[in-house]
């Protein structure tokens, strides 16, 4: 079968190889459809592997083709998403169904091969059925759709606050559509790309701010504004979002920036007066593993509450990977969800 491997960063490649042989408690895979996340994108062109010829790939859904011993309850045929978190289930954290915490965890495209392949073995516990109203593409941006959850929630999102999302990739574009479920009266989305405000505002946006041309603060000087997910990673917008947030109110960092964090004298001010909660947000994952972040995400896609189509900015064959990476790297497309395809 084909697979991308990553040998150093900036070094892809499609290659031939072995399709895996499943072990007890495992099933076997065929890829209908896998995402680039954004943390890939690092990964593949400034961090490297864990080690050398890993298969990249971790937001996917396919169809199980062979099931070892020991997986009941799953059968060849089925439908599936998967959640690509290993945890030990013995430390501190997974003791307390904190599992994006776990102190030694294994995952699934970054630490062991992943799904830019034909077929990926999956343990079982790490198995999502996707219901037949769900497509294979959107079942391969579950994941996204659990972050952008995982963050709300973090920031303790309630019915009739104010929401503003940063960042349109896909986790924000799925946050903006989550704080509307979740009860937001106004959901604001900021960005510098005219195309992705235009789709936040598609997938119900109240308003929506160009932060390039338009000073966020000003704009939204009059608006007490509960909860602020940045999924950007931004220094400029985590400074912007603690200076927008109102009095008790609630910032979430979900975007991962490899940064230093500097807040002005202003938004320090701004932090101490209004005594603003200043909250991480990590991964997906709640007791029961994976998590009530997956299903819930799996039951608003199925019930059409979420919409998925608009997120999808390009699609690819296997083939083209490497050179997609590379569009990536010379900022040569503007895009929000990239679907790889690996069938041949």
């Known amino acids: 079968m084909k697979a991308v491997k990553l ?22 895979i065929q890829v209908k459809a896998v995402g680039i996340c954004g943390s890939d994108i690092p990964r593949a062109l400034v961090k490297g592997a864990y080690h050398k010829g890993l298969t990249l790939g971790h937001e996917f859904a396919g169809e199980i083709v062979e099931c070892g011993p020991d ?3 799953w059968a060849v045929g089925d439908r599936v998403t998967i959640a690509p978190l290993v945890p030990c289930m013995e430390c501190e954290y997974c003791n307390q169904g904190k599992y994006g915490l776990c102190d030694t965890y294994n995952y699934y495209g ?15 516990d790490n198995l999502l059925m996707l219901p037949d109203s769900i497509s294979y593409d959107a079942g391969a941006m579950v994941d996204p759709a659990a972050n952008a959850v995982h963050g709300l929630w973090r920031g303790s999102l309630k019915e009739g606050d104010t929401a503003v999302i940063i960042g349109l990739g896909a986790i924000g574009l799925f946050a903006v559509q989550f704080a509307r479920e979740m009860g937001a009266k106004e959901v604001i989305a900021m960005d510098i790309f005219e195309e992705k405000l235009v789709i936040a505002k598609q997938l119900g946006a109240d308003r929506v701010i160009d932060s390039k041309s338009v000073d966020p603060i000003e704009a939204l000087a009059g608006t007490k504004v509960n909860v602020v ?10 400074n912007q979002a603690v200076s927008i947030t109102g009095k008790m109110g609630r910032v979430v960092f979900l ?29 997906s994952f709640s007791d029961p593993f994976p998590g009530r972040e997956w299903e819930y995400a799996i039951e608003c896609m199925a019930q059409g509450k979420i919409q998925t189509e608009p997120i999808v900015s390009h699609r690819f064959q296997i083939d083209e990977t490497p050179a997609v990476f590379e569009k990536i790297k010379n900022r040569e497309i503007v895009f929000n969800k990239i679907l790889i395809y690996p069938e041949e």
């Open 7 to 28: 040998y150093e960063p900036g070094n892809l490649k499609v290659e031939q190889v072995d399709k895996p042989e499943i072990s007890a408690g495992e099933v076997l």
């Open 229 to 238: 997910l940045d999924t950007s990673g931004s220094p400029i917008a985590q």
């Open 71 to 73: 997986t009941e309850g």
């Open 255 to 283: 975007g991962i920036s490899n940064q230093e964090l500097t807040l002005s004298a202003k938004a320090i001010d701004k932090l101490l007066r209004n005594e603003i909660g200043i909250h991480g947000s990590w991964n």
């Open 110 to 124: 970054s630490r062991t091969d992943g799904a830019m392949a034909k077929y990926i073995k999956v343990h079982k």
